[in-house]
């Protein structure tokens, strides 16, 4: 089957589009024939994180496809079945932190750049109707991550003030739609003023430009809750706009992952600090239950054949995407 693999170099370099052996369904899983696939931030990192000595990798934790397969002791799936993959693998209830063991498809085990992948049952989930193969292809991972940072952990509420920084990325138009759908009043930030009209076309209340100086943009506004994931190069500027007692919620270091801030400040002001990553099983399928009732779509930025991985690859680097980067695996 063809695949993209990384292996021997580090970074971009250590790509290639290639043959890899067709894997089989041993017991518990099954084989899924990939339609789409997603593009993350994540993919980015894996290319740093997985070893040059290591054996190669096929990248991607975003997929849709068809059960081609199925492995013994699987009784509620059937070949042919339409299906979305959950990628996080051995997290299945909702706790206040993933379990020991708890892995992401695409490293340390295969993932979705691939024509087929073979993942536990449990994670092949029916693919909502609604959604376009396209659409579903690219949901999962950044879908996921927003629902649990912002409904488990930021516990957003209608009418809440919320402040999402760096709105081009999947997981931040993700944050904006189910902010808006719970009703709550939500600015977001960018340097592009196309991204910025964007927002505001999706449902922000106010698009400032990532240039201004936001406490001034927001005439002294404070906001009941921040999602940040843009890192150190945001991270203080995010927290300047919280209300005394408010919540700032953190999932993401894009931007550098060492942030320094006043400590006398912080519990002064009796802020709440939340890390979050990714989500369990229990509330992937709590994601899929609110983005049907809402009719919430993904924002595709830019679709490519896997083959043209470069042009993808360097599309999400240069941060000049709006929304999701995918690919068409199986046409």
């Known amino acids: 089957m ?48 997985h070893k040059t000595s290591d054996p190669p990798l096929i990248l991607g934790s975003d997929g849709a496809g068809v059960i081609d397969a199925i492995g013994e002791g699987v009784e509620n799936l059937q070949v042919g ?26 490293l340390p085990g295969h993932g979705t750049f691939a ?40 516990r957003v509420r209608p009418g809440m003030k ?3 920084p760096g709105i081009g990325s999947g997981v931040a138009t993700f944050l904006l739609q189910f902010a ?13 003023a196309d991204k910025c009209q964007k927002a505001i076309e999706l449902g922000a209340d106010k698009a400032i430009n990532s240039n201004e100086d936001w406490g001034e943009a927001l005439k002294g506004e404070k906001m009941d809750l921040v999602i940040e994931c843009v890192g150190a190069a945001t991270f203080n500027k995010s927290l300047e706009q919280l209300r005394p007692g408010g919540t700032i919620v953190t999932f993401g270091a894009s ?10 400040s ?18 992937y399928k709590e ?34 995407q709006l929304g999701k980067i995918g690919f068409y695996v199986n046409e």
């Open 2 to 49: 063809k695949a993209l693999v990384h292996a021997k170099i580090e970074g971009l370099d250590g790509l290639t589009y290639r043959e890899m052996t067709e894997m089989q369904p041993a017991k518990g899983e099954v084989r899924v024939k990939l339609k789409t696939s997603g593009l993350n931030h994540r993919d980015l990192f894996v290319l740093t994180r």
């Open 81 to 106: 079945d339409e299906v979305i993959i959950n990628p996080g693998i051995g997290w299945n209830e909702k706790s206040d932190a993933p379990p020991q063991g708890f892995e992401i498809v695409g």
């Open 115 to 154: 024509e087929k992948i073979v993942i536990p049952a449990e994670n092949a989930v029916a693919k909502p109707e609604y959604l376009t193969w396209e659409e579903a292809g690219v949901l999962s991972l950044a879908a996921l991550t927003a629902y649990r940072a912002l409904i488990t952990r930021g």
């Open 162 to 164: 919320t402040f999402i």
């Open 180 to 192: 808006k759908a719970i009703g709550a009043t939500v600015f977001v930030t960018s340097r592009s």
């Open 255 to 264: 931007a550098g992952d060492d942030v320094q801030f006043n400590l006398r």
């Open 266 to 283: 912080f519990f002064y002001g009796q802020y709440n600090l939340l890390g979050s990553t990714m989500g369990s099983g229990e509330e």
């Open 287 to 320: 994601m899929l239950q609110f983005i049907q009732t809402h009719q919430i779509r993904p924002v595709i930025d830019k679709m490519y054949k896997l083959s043209e991985f470069e042009q993808a690859f360097k599309r999400l680097e240069d941060a000049a």
